[in-house]
DNA sequence: AATGAATGAGTGTTCATTCAT
DNA sequence: GATGAATGAACACTCATTCAT
């Protein structure tokens, strides 16, 4: 399963095999109990290589943080076309999402689980590409109030918790979809499409819950 | 700051401060990176005494996973009564669950991050434990279907989907809220509930959204 | 030639026996070249043991250096009684410091070598104790002028200089008596003494070396 | 910083660059903590070049402390004109060696600390050195006795002691010059020259001091 | 019921050194 | 003549765990 052992490589070719197999086994592990050791043979280099090459494991890990949420949010924007409605947006984003989170597992569980289990630094790192995806989901919500000829008169906060809502709601379903068996990214997205769009159409009707007094 | 130190006091309370430092530690720092020196200083023990009443390390951290996925699960349940209308319950299901978790982030740590990301037998404790909820919502989407007179034509599949979905975003947004100032258990909840029974309501209409052909 | 193994000692003669062994370790290989293993092992403790009483190798090597530095210090006090002449005090205080060089080597080579050649931090540490050893010469030059019925006209600077030309001839042949065969302490005391004290008095008297013009 | 990067140059030049970076790193850092990195970077040149010419860490160290002990003691000959009085050639030689340490630090740093805080080896090396010294102060003491119409009845091992405290005196000020503000060459040798004459005359007037019975 | 004393095993990190070009 | 790529071996330090009392 490691890289063919292959000796002399230039180097931004053994960071990346370096960075995969640091995902791997982070993704698998977990930043804690992953050791340099177990990364480095996985990579097929030794130890110090990683080192010159990468620094830290703090480094290391960034790396793999950053390299993966850059990944993610490249999937989910290519997957997306501008023009088209908000609703065939979303799906289109959210189909995306679940097929790449389901094609790289340790990937995921890199960006969405170990980063934000590890501390604040990583957090952040991590956090910043959730952001990217929020403001996405935000926007997607604005744009189909506008086309249902609405007044966007949804309240900003009242918004971003949907928003929030609907991230939340397809990390979980990422997880979930890549734990259970049978589940595939496209019943995972229609879930959730199903779900949020029709909750989302009729808020924008007017017709929200109303919760008991206090 | 830890624990009032008193000498000689009978196994069940001493336990239970380990367990409160332990959870605390192990919530705060993460699993691996908590030490066993560490919270046996906050529970105000020597460390020999820890393991004479809790074995290891991981026996500790599993006996922490199910006090608080019991006290989690037991709170939500004390929340809702039976015989009220279906999102009624939800929706004190959903307050004492958002209220718990607000009032016991490390315990929410632990049980929803932690526990998931150091191997798989800490995950499934903690998945027996969501599983108990996941159960319990789903009743109560059958309940809404029928109380609406409506069969529940929902495929059983599509049901565990929205339950799933129901949870995960219930999940995200109690992880939300613990970190963003500002944001109320009753907030929290409102939201989730907005956005989710409006949506259930519309599919138990019939109106579902429709993926584009592949 | 470690300490016959003795388990279970209280902590504070452990820690001696573990100065004792980093003392000799850090005089024969150096600073950098003294592994905590060998030291360890010397002692006749595990590693761990080392660092917990003693925390890291820095903080154990400047732990050597302060106790050596002060053993020195009192050997050289304890050896000079006041009341008696200057110049049989400065003999008893020489004399006392190449017994107490000459016993313990290494020590030596802590605190004059291996202190001093590796990093400010412990340079500053031994310099500490190397300031009452000149302040202690200088008092007696000071004192013999007085008792020569010479007003101490010799200016300050000058009086600085040569406490430090004394001090620095005394730890140059402490050294050197270290490192040759059959020069004991009482030698090197008479030497120097013969050199030092003669030379004083000719200052004393104003008769003085005058350097070639520029 | 390091030497103006100029490719293919001949061996000889390309060695003495080596060297001049080598001297520098160690008496700055001390040979272990200085990293063939840092040495083969000051040097502008790879690091398996430096292996090439100077083959491995030791034999770099050893050809630092060769390289730059010669340059010390040609500096102190070349000072000294023979045919002048004994007193002005010890002047000269002083003024020679304060001058050369005060313009080579390093150097000095690497010839007199480092060569013998790092094993036998080094210290050996730095040692056949001193001794061309210790020889040339020797015979200077000798031939001032005959100057002064005495017969050279100092025993031969009193002369040898008189040159080691000298000379260890004059080491001692090189340091301390070196790192005190505002001590000029000419001061350190002027100081010293007052401190050993003076004594080093009354020696051989047989006015020397008697230690007290043991 | 409780603890001071002690360690085996492992981790991240560095460095002198070499090979292939 | 010169170097980018690569590593074996070691070292400081930590931690879960146990023994003797």
């Given at each position: 399963?490691?890289?063919?052992k292959?000796?002399?490589?230039?180097?931004a070719?053994?960071e990346q095999?370096m960075l995969?197999?640091?995902?791997e086994?982070f993704?698998?592990?977990?930043?804690?109990a992953?050791?340099?050791?177990e990364i480095?043979?996985?990579?097929?280099?030794?130890?110090p290589?990683v080192y010159?090459?990468?620094n830290?494991?703090?480094?290391?890990?960034?790396a793999?943080?950053?390299?993966?949420?850059?990944a993610?949010?490249?999937?989910?924007?290519?997957?997306?076309?501008?023009?088209l409605?908000?609703?065939?947006?979303?799906?289109d984003?959210?189909?995306?999402?679940f097929v790449?989170?389901?094609?790289?597992?340790?990937?995921?569980?890199?960006?969405h689980?170990?980063?934000?289990?590890?501390?604040?630094?990583?957090a952040?790192?991590?956090?910043a590409?959730?952001?990217?995806?929020?403001?996405?989901v935000?926007?997607?919500?604005?744009?189909?109030?506008?086309?249902a000829?609405?007044?966007?008169d949804?309240?900003?906060?009242e918004v971003?918790?949907?928003?929030?809502?609907?991230?939340?709601?397809a990390?979980s379903?990422?997880t979930w979809?890549?734990t259970?068996?049978?589940?595939?990214?496209r019943?995972?997205?229609?879930t959730?499409?199903n779900?949020?769009?029709?909750?989302l159409?009729n808020l924008?009707?007017g017709?929200n819950w109303?919760?008991?007094?206090?």
């Amino acid at each position: 399963m490691g890289a063919v052992k292959a000796k002399r490589m230039p180097r931004a070719v053994r960071e990346q095999q370096m960075l995969d197999a640091a995902v791997e086994t982070f993704g698998q592990r977990g930043y804690m109990a992953a050791s340099m050791d177990e990364i480095a043979e996985l990579a097929g280099v030794s130890k110090p290589l990683v080192y010159l090459y990468l620094n830290s494991k703090e480094e290391l890990f960034t790396a793999c943080i950053r390299r993966e949420a850059a990944a993610l949010v490249t999937a989910v924007r290519s997957g997306v076309r501008t023009g088209l409605p908000a609703d065939r947006q979303l799906w289109d984003g959210l189909l995306a999402f679940f097929v790449h989170t389901a094609a790289y597992p340790h990937a995921w569980s890199v960006v969405h689980l170990q980063a934000r289990t590890h501390g604040e630094t990583f957090a952040a790192e991590a956090a910043a590409m959730r952001e990217e995806i929020v403001a996405f989901v935000t926007s997607l919500i604005v744009v189909a109030a506008r086309e249902a000829h609405r007044d966007p008169d949804l309240p900003e906060r009242e918004v971003a918790g949907l928003a929030e809502a609907l991230v939340g709601a397809a990390e979980s379903l990422a997880t979930w979809a890549n734990t259970t068996d049978g589940v595939t990214a496209r019943q995972a997205a229609t879930t959730l499409m199903n779900f949020a769009w029709a909750g989302l159409s009729n808020l924008m009707d007017g017709r929200n819950w109303t919760p008991p007094a206090a």
